[in-house]
Structures are given as C-alpha cells and as structure tokens.
C-alpha cells in the first residue's frame, strides 16, 4: 500500500492519510472584519471533496493588529466561531480532517494601525516601523492566543498549528536577527523561545488536542538561527507536548533564496531524526511519486502541499492514479473515478 494513503494519529485524532492541505493566506475577507467569505468555504470544501487528509485553514489572527493585511481571516472574536463551525461541519462531512494556523504577523503586518514586534526594527524600507513590545503587551498577545484556541476548539477544529515561521511575531522573537531585547524575551536562545514556550502553555490551558508549530528551519543568513538552535527550540517543544513540527524557511530578513523540488525536506529530515519527533515536508512537492519517496525513506510523516493545491483541488486522486493506488471517490464522482 502507497504509505501516502496510510493513516496517522495525533493524540487521538486520526488522518486518513498524509496529505495535508498547507495554511495559505487567501486575502480573501473581503470587509475586512476577519470573517470568512462564500470563497473560503469553496477554497477549502472542494480540497475536502478531492479527499486531502488534513484541510489547514490559512494563517488566522489572533488580535487585529496581527493580520498580514486587513483582508486576512481572523479568530480574536467570538463573531468568528460560527463561520468555523459551518466550515468544519462541511470538511468533516467528507472525512477530512481539520487545523487552524493561529497567527500574528508582527513586523510584517501591513496596516494602517501600529504593528507590534519584540524589537523596534523594519523589515525593509518599504514596511513602517514597528512599536517595541512591552510586557503588558506580551502578555496581552499570550492571552490573545489563549482565546484563539478557545475559539477554535468551540468551532470544532481537530488541531491547532501555531505560526511560528517567515518572519512573522513567534519567529521574530525566535530569531536574533530580529530580536534585540535585553529582557527576559532576548539574548540568548532560552529566552527568545520564551514567548513560544508561553503561547503553548496558554494555548493547552484551553486545547487539549494535538499542536503543531510551524518554523522556518533555515534563516538564509549567517547571523541568523543555526539548525542546531532548530535543534534546540524543538526539543523544547517536544519537551511541551507538541505533535509535529511543520519545517519550512526563510521569510525572517529579505533573502534570496534557492528553491527547487524538495528543498525543504531535508531539514524535516534532519529534525525529525535529531529530535525524534514527527514532522511535515513542504516546499515545491509536486507528484505522488515524490510525496511517497519522502515518507517511504522516512524523511517526514506528512506532506503539506500548497501550490500544487491550488492548481488542481483533486491532487490526491492524481497521486494515486501515478501510485497505482485506488482512491475512494465520493459517492457522487464514483463514475467520474473508476
């Protein structure tokens, strides 16, 4: 049996299988109140048809201010339970499983309103300066995710993943490239994982199911996190109770970065084995064939897609046909499958 169509667990949450629709950021709420639109419930209901195992909804905000732009989706407001309660009844209809990137962009939010970072540094010319934290405003940010997970465990999401990549807050105090505080939240890397550590420990006071975190496993700078400090910060989490870490890169400082099919996954590799911990490979995974040499040589335990998503819903139909795999329809494209 093709082990991409195998299923997996997650403290008691079990996948159907080992494709995982990757959170991407839609720019879709149109009224720019955080709610989600007639096109996410398509966007996301018809990967649920193509029979993607975990359906991960795009990076969600948990404060105003911590939107990427104001046409992001967001979670910081009891308002926004309903619209996830309807979209999860429709994914769970179809046997998908479902997540929820709970975000904050940080220095990398483009908005008219003040953004927020743990240092006062720009990300490039063309971003406006952000306002240094203070601890009441960690706090608040703590707390801000703390909600969130309250809200999407009464929207009923099967996982929680907190974004802590591309450069965004969690991966802004992570980093010493962008965090040059001298408190208890800066300097050496105990502290810069301290808010993470804080934002996990909120989140499972109102989570009890499964957490993955997502990181940038390469910085593409010389001064920035080493894999051995990835070492580091995931053997924490590990330590905490995380599932699985979702192992992307770069977005941190701008960088040129050289991509090619697969060049993310050996760092997923090189974490998992290190670590001993499950881990997701994304980055330019395009055909079945690829998807299962990952998981059969052991390199990762779930594939995350994003481009080859959007380009065809029905990828996991695709993949098994290429795998010799024979994929269960749905009932109503029984005639469409055979």
């Known amino acids: 049996m093709a082990k991409l169509f195998s299923s997996i667990e997650f403290q008691g949450v079990t996948l159907k299988n080992r494709i995982v629709m990757s959170p991407m950021c839609m720019y879709s709420s149109v009224k720019e109140d955080g709610m989600l639109t007639p096109f996410h419930m398509t966007h996301y209901i018809s990967r649920a048809v193509g029979q993607v195992g975990l359906i991960m909804v795009e990076a969600t905000a948990v404060q105003p201010e911590g939107r990427i732009s104001p046409q992001d989706l967001g979670i910081w407001n009891d308002k926004h339970i309903v619209g996830f309660k309807e979209l999860n009844d429709q994914l769970h209809s179809y046997g998908a499983k479902s997540a929820i990137q709970l975000a ?3 220095r990398k939010a483009e908005l008219e309103s003040s953004i927020f970072a743990p240092s006062a540094l720009s990300f490039n010319e063309s971003y ?6 203070t601890a009441a405003d960690i706090e608040k940010t703590v707390d801000a995710f703390k909600n969130g ?10 996982i929680i993943e907190l974004h802590g990549a591309h450069g965004y807050l969690i991966n802004q105090f992570l980093s010493p490239l962008t965090n040059k505080r001298t408190d208890q939240y800066g300097g050496n890397r ?3 994982y301290r808010f993470l550590r804080e934002i996990i420990h909120a989140v499972q006071t109102e989570w009890n199911g499964p957490i993955f975190v997502r ?6 700078h010389e001064n920035g996190n080493t894999l051995d400090d990835y070492f580091y910060f995931t053997k924490e989490m590990k330590q905490q109770g995380i599932q699985l870490i979702d192992c992307s890169s770069g977005g941190v400082v701008p960088a040129s970065i050289h991509t090619y099919p697969g060049y993310q996954v050996k760092r ?5 084995h290190e670590i001993d911990i499950r881990t997701g490979a994304v980055g330019l995974i395009t055909t079945g064939i690829q998807a299962e040499e990952i998981l059969q040589n052991d390199r990762a335990d779930l594939i995350f897609l994003a481009r ?11 993949a098994a046909d290429e795998l010799k795999y024979e994929l269960k329809a ?3 494209y029984i005639r469409g499958w055979k």
């Open 104 to 106: 904050h962009a940080g």
């Open 128 to 133: 406006k300066e952000p306002v240094e934290m």
């Open 149 to 158: 997970a309250r809200r999407a465990k009464e929207a009923d999401f099967d």
């Open 190 to 192: 105990e502290n810069r």
């Open 215 to 220: 990181i940038s496993t390469d910085e593409y």
């Open 268 to 272: 997923a590799e090189a974490i998992k």
């Open 308 to 318: 080859a998503l959007l380009k065809n819903p029905y990828w996991a139909k695709q």
């Open 330 to 332: 749905p009932k109503q």
